[in-house]
């Protein structure tokens, strides 16, 4: 059981346009790194389009392989409140 499927429902890309995240993507093949819009991505896939499932519809532009590691980044008003305080 991966701990997506312990939380009961693996995230989708609307809940990352709402929650402003960001979306990291690596190739495990070639090492290619893109940042991707979430927004633009639930545009084209549909916001109820899960985060495992990227995995399984993303190919690499650089190498074409499709083992893509997929990695949600958030970056919400918590990060800069403690980047005032320090
Ligand atoms: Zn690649």
């Known amino acids: 059981m991966t701990d997506d499927e312990a939380k009961g429902r693996p995230a989708v890309l609307g809940d990352l346009v709402r929650d402003r995240a960001g979306l990291a993507i690596a190739c495990e093949a070639c090492s290619r790194h893109v940042a991707l819009d ?28 499709r083992s893509i590691d ?7 008003p918590g990060v800069i409140s403690r980047a005032d305080q320090a």
């Open 70 to 76: 997929v990695q949600v980044r958030y970056a919400g």
């Open 38 to 65: 979430p927004a633009t991505l639930a545009k084209r896939l549909g916001y109820d389009c899960s985060v495992p499932s990227l995995r399984a519809r993303l190919l690499c532009s650089r190498c074409g392989s």
